[in-house]
């Protein structure tokens, strides 16, 4: 038994160490306890037996009285440690590590949750059996060149079916969970197998408009096509049933709304994308001018960057450029910086575990695709004091102030791009005050105690959610 010394007649039942515990009011710490207890079954024997011949000394409606006393003034007064301490269970169709938005968001996340002792659970297809798993990602990866459209339905619909086969146990073991789903397809499997109004789900919006013009845009999909089509259906009815959602962008917020109007009626919030702080370190000397992170593909746009560069050469200006990142175009983008000349001003360091930190070996960060939620590799420019040079597309302009920390480019003109960036370039002093403006933008806005915090609190938070069937499913 654990009570509070508030807690009455019950009081009077418990002998501190010898029959249960007495603690102050604090459900962390009851939590702490109940769990050393649980785990010592002769202690727990042991204090049972006490419990026995004490409680004889004493009426059980006068220990009841005192015990229901304490349970109401605990709920009343401690919800917010009752939500502090709810476990988060983070459900995604991605692998735990890789070089996604998706996958960097979920990590700078959970390095924050633990650094402050707050449980969670990351649940993916991958932590299914693996003779569940391989066989679908044989079969996809056989399937993709003959019809991509086809491995985009077994994708999806094979990686749900493995993340309800792992997260309907971890539900089952964790009854007042916070759910924090990364996609349409992880937020419908926690629907489908949770087990209680308790187990509130939050859906995090990374997509850009649908994951069904996501996917057009690798080629994988058409949009006159049935996957098209059932994936923004499928989206249509699924995002509305959640308990909350987040976006990291207001912009797309906005698009989401207008798409699926009937997501109004849910709580929301715009949470941005936020990363550690890396504590830059002032550079002297640049391998390059410009570097750009991400993955080599048409909506990144780097066949543009290479425009701007040729464009540069044209008017007497040799920039050159790192490209971070691997992905379908780079034999295109290769070929490309050949054709042009460039190729001594061009270069491709594929993929680079941590690439953010070559950041701090450039004077700034360039990013121009054609259509962005927020992304984590301008927030990480941001974090290196270094100045950007972005196109401003979807929810870019949200992250930094044209002529203040950086300047925006068109989408359109190589050759006016050119010259902005250039301009900049050869004013040492504005690029320092765009820099130390973009540092303390990202200290003020996206860091991560401060938003990680943020966003704890509202996964945790009973925001959202039927008062009165979660009074039904928590009391007796």
């Not at 937020?187 to 995090?204: F, H, P």
């Not at 959602?245 to 936020?274: C, D, G, H, T, W």
């Not at 290196?384 to 359109?412: H, S």
């Amino acid at each position: 038994m654990i009570v509070s010394p508030h807690a009455g007649v019950a009081n009077e039942l418990v002998i501190d160490g010898d029959n249960g515990y007495i603690r102050e009011l604090d459900l962390r710490q009851w939590a702490t306890v109940a769990v050393d207890l649980l785990s010592n079954q002769v202690l727990l024997k042991q204090m049972g037996n006490r419990s026995t011949e004490i409680v004889k000394k004493f009426s059980f409606e006068a220990a009841a009285n005192g015990m229901h006393a304490a349970i109401i003034k605990a709920t009343n007064k401690n919800r917010n440690n009752y939500d502090a301490i709810k476990k988060i269970l983070i459900v995604s169709l991605m692998r735990p590590l890789g070089t996604t938005g998706v996958q960097t968001h979920v990590n700078t996340f959970t390095d924050y949750l633990d650094s402050i002792s707050q449980p969670w659970q990351l649940v993916t297809p991958f932590s299914a059996p693996k003779f569940l798993l391989y066989p679908l990602l044989v079969l996809r990866r056989l399937i993709a060149p003959i019809s991509p459209a086809a491995a985009v339905w077994l994708y999806r619909n094979g990686h749900a079916w493995l993340l309800g086969f792992a997260l309907k146990p971890v539900l089952k073991l964790n009854a007042k969970a916070s759910i924090y789903a990364q996609c349409p397809v992880s937020a419908n499997v926690a629907l489908i197998n949770r087990r209680s109004v308790t187990q509130q789900i939050a859906l995090v919006v990374h997509f850009n408009i649908s994951q069904a013009d996501e996917w057009a845009d690798k080629g994988m999909i058409s949009q006159e096509g049935k996957i098209y089509k059932g994936i923004t259906d499928f989206e249509q009815r699924v995002i509305p049933q959640v308990d909350k959602l987040i976006f990291v962008s207001a912009y797309m917020q906005k698009k989401v709304q207008e798409r699926i109007p009937e997501i109004n009626k849910v709580a929301q919030q715009v949470i941005p994308n936020f990363v550690a702080d890396p504590t830059p370190q002032s550079k002297t000397s640049f391998d390059a001018d410009l570097i750009a992170i991400g993955t080599l593909e048409p909506r990144k746009n780097q066949t543009y960057l290479l425009d701007i560069i040729s464009a540069a050469k044209n008017l007497g200006k040799q920039l050159t450029l790192t490209l971070v990142g691997d992905g379908p175009d780079r034999v295109l983008l290769e070929n490309k910086v050949k054709k042009m000349g460039i190729s001594d001003q061009v270069f491709f360091k594929g993929f680079v575990p941590n690439g953010s930190s070559l950041i701090t070996r450039h004077q700034a960060f360039i990013h121009v695709a054609k259509i962005e939620n927020l992304p984590i590799s301008l927030i990480e420019a941001l974090a290196y004091a270094r100045p950007i040079f972005a196109t401003a597309v979807g929810g870019v302009p949200e992250l930094f102030i044209d002529g203040v920390n950086g300047r925006i480019v068109p989408l359109d003109d190589a050759n006016e791009a050119a010259k902005i960036i250039i301009t900049a370039l050869q004013n040492q002093t504005l690029l320092d005050n765009f820099g130390e403006a973009a540092r303390n933008h990202f200290l003020n806005n996206f860091e991560q105690k401060l938003l990680g915090n943020r966003l704890c609190q509202y996964l945790v938070s009973s925001n959202g959610l039927d008062q009165n069937q979660i009074k039904k499913e928590l009391l007796p």
